[in-house]
């Protein structure tokens, strides 16, 4: 038999290879992001190729006894990313055969690659078992590939030499074992086992909650269309009345008062949905009234519920200030201010601790250095420090009934969604409490004593939709399936690029069929010629990266001072294009907001204009002539909004040309096929449609008459003859965690 090969040799099977080593995937020498557990699954297979998997084999290799999860969804989910990944189809495999209720089978044929040498072909023709053996020791030296006799043979050897170092291990134990146990900390937060979930709501409109002190009402947001009422339900009967009736300002954070008599809320100003108000009234119904204007989060109570605390963020020196004000009213305070911040978004809210000493705050940062950070601020030295960071969307977080950690709702990039996670206090440590099919929204809240949660659950689907310019409404699916898509575009050859909100891009054909991955933590997708721009982002590094459709000639434009694409609205503040492809645009991160054009081809980047206000509200858009950039914007204001708008300017820069009315909220904008109107997306009574409003002014006009549904994104071919979109539903749901204590 050949001698083991090193860990160096690399496996081979169709245009892919793998890089046991390194853990890394590569298609014709692209690198293919695969996260941890399914390159593990992955190997696992080829290891084994030609062989059943039994799914509890693979159960084994991810998840040891002790860990309590949803093993079925985890593999499932490892499974199809691998297959995505590979661009397998489970119907017609190439790679991965599945045996059901058995497992899975690897059936490509399998090489290894020499050092210095071509690969050698793994066929039947090797000595038996010879082939998994080497497969199994390409790896770690794991002999988890290897044949049912090679297992028996290598396990008898290391019993044999593992029997002394077993004996002193033993003794050792003894010695100290009890000891150990004894000193052993308590796990941080609630057990997986022991909570129970159930659902409160199932009318799929819920938007936002929170929970009375006792645990007794869940008062909530309800969607009707493009307007929220506010709802309060009684936990025990289920029955709710309704305190605030449905209008066009929706809420940012409910938070009752200790006592539980009065419910704060925060709500956008009409004209605005960025800009919000801070609001009370009685539990059971009466007159709101206005106490904060300019708020930018939830509130958090301090222990004597007093004081509350809160966020103000300032979008044109990128910063939120943390205030405190009263209970009644009156004077805030300012408490401290956090540098870099982004205030495209609104902020998750703070947490007040139980004794009243720390508040925890989550903030995603803007600039060179993205991500998020949960900070704590000591309440009375003011002192600030970062508790927790991540390159991943945080929720609002709650202090769990000890006081030693917090929960929130926490970006799992394992399972491709929201989850709840605890947080260690003051260690920091972040642990993922859920595992399951659930997407946990931004909203958290918790009861007096700490056993029960309350938050939201939601599910989106979309898929792309194809029609033609002269009839807009009459579209066909092109997709179909759970995977969200959100931003489309068509691409040079005549394919279609989509962005999911997994952060992944795609590339398909024109009726959807072999859907390949093109890019994998990005967003903002957007063609240029032969080239696809998007924004690339690892860890808190956010570029603007050009790749080719085959995944080749993958080249960084820009590597500073943008802005993060969020997983829910990936085409907000998109780059673009000039017509002739050979330079993109885009705009930066950090206040003053400027537009920016860098070549195709790589170079410095060059200024084009200052934009009007201090915050971009749409993507930028290039007219179909090449001459003119359009943009979204609002002007910040600490007392009132002066409501959106539309900028026209030279593609060359200089002074706008036309600044025409926004309705507040809208999706865009896109140029029309004529480049005579601004085209954008408005919501009413719950279904999307396609507006423009003509450049020569005058009322804007309807283009589309869908009935249901909502858009997420649209964009036009080349030639202006045919239309893209991704259209779809929203739903969600309030939930109530028990057990928690």
Sequence with gaps: MASPPSVSRKIKFGPFEVDPAASRLFKAGVPIKLQPQPMRVLLLLIRQSGQVVTREEVRRSLWSE?????????????VNQIRAALCDDAEKPRYIETLPRIGYRFIAPVALEEPGNAAQGLEAHDSPGGAHERLADAGTGSEVGAGPASRIAVAARKRIHARPILVVLLLALGATGYAGFKHKPRATGPSL?????????????????????????VAYTQRDGE???????????????????PDTNGFHGLTFSRDGDYIYFVRSDKNDPFFKYLYTMPTLGGSPRKLVTDVDSPVSFSADGHQFVYERCIPARNKVELAIGDSGGGEERLLTTIPQANCSLFQPGPAWSRDGRTIVVPV???????????YSVEVPSRRVRKLYSSPYDMGRPVWLARGDAVLMPHYDPVSGREQLWTISFPGGQARRLTNDLAEYGTALDIVRNGGTAAG???????????????KASSTRQITSGTLPFTDVAYAADGRILSGSTDGKVWVMNFDGSERTLLADEAGWLTPC?????????????????????????????????????????????????????KFVFFVNANGPRKIYRVSIEGGPSAEIAETLGDFIAGRLAVSPDGTLLAY??????????????????PVRGGPPLKILEAPGGIGGPRWSPDGKTLQYLLTHDGTTNIWEQPLAGGRPRQLTSFTSGQIFDFNWSSDRNRLLLTRGTKSSDVILLHNLQ
């Design 227 to 245: 307007k929220e009422g506010l709802r309060l339900r009684q936990v025990a009967t289920r029955r709710d009345i309704e305190i605030l009736s």
């Design 66 to 78: 002790m860990t309590f999860v949803d093993f079925e969804h985890g593999i499932n989910f490892s």
């Design 364 to 374: 995603s940062l803007s600039g060179m250095q993205q991500g998020w950070v949960l």
């Design 193 to 217: 086992q022991n909570m129970r979930i159930s659902k409160l709501t199932d009318n799929g409109a819920a938007e936002d909650m929170a929970i009375s002190p006792d645990g007794s009402y």
């Design 632 to 649: 979204l914007y609002e002007k910040y204001s600490a007392s009132t909004t002066p409501g959106w708008k539309l900028a026209v300017i």
């Design 456 to 470: 939201i659950t939601r599910t989106m689907i979309s898929n792309v939709w194809e029609g033609s310019a002269t």
């Design 529 to 581: 010629g032969q080239f696809v721009v998007f924004a690339s982002y690892n860890g808190d590094t956010v570029s603007l990266t050009r790749i080719k459709l085959d995944g080749s000639n993958a080249t960084k434009l820009v590597s500073d001072d943008l802005w993060k694409p969020s997983r829910t609205s990936l085409s907000t503040r998109a780059p673009v294009c000039s017509v002739d492809g």
